[in-house]
Nanobody, 126 residues
Framework: QVRPVESGGGFVQGGGSLRLSCAAS????????MGWFRQTPGKVREFVAA????????YYADSVKGRFTTSRDNAKNAVYLQMNSLKPEDTAIYYC???????????????????WGQGTQVTVSL
């Protein structure tokens, strides 16, 4: 199993950039597809991006497509979310999640991810 830990959140002005990192402990990191989700108070957790275990494929929510990029470095047991052109509506707690490769039947559905980080807050001002 893996234990994801997010970092890199913070406060940024609209139009700015942030890079989130997710470090995952465990020797089998490359066996997991990784996803990014976000949640604001009173709302359902929503899909942001995902990357397959090899890094060969990535997936994005329409709301972030063209602005966010996810990548991974299996040698460092890490996955990243580069967020550009940030908008106030991107304000949320961002979570990193791991799902065993071959078991994530829908990358945008949190049900298929087994391990979750504690989240990191991203706040975007006007």
């Amino acid at each position: 199993q893996v234990r994801p830990v997010e970092s890199g959140g913070g406060f940024v002005q609209g139009g700015g950039s942030l890079r989130l990192s997710c470090a995952a402990s465990g020797r089998t990191f490359s066996s997991y597809d990784m996803g990014w989700f976000r949640q604001t108070p009173g709302k359902v957790r929503e899909f942001v991006a995902a990357i397959t275990w090899s890094g060969s494929s990535t997936y994005y929510a329409d709301s972030v497509k063209g602005r966010f990029t996810t990548s991974r470095d299996n040698a460092k047991n890490a996955v990243y979310l580069q967020m550009n052109s940030l908008k106030p509506e991107d304000t949320a707690i961002y979570y990193c999640a791991a799902g065993l490769r071959g078991k994530v039947l829908d990358y945008s559905t949190d049900y298929f991810y087994d391990f979750w980080g504690q989240g990191t807050q991203v706040t975007v001002s006007l």
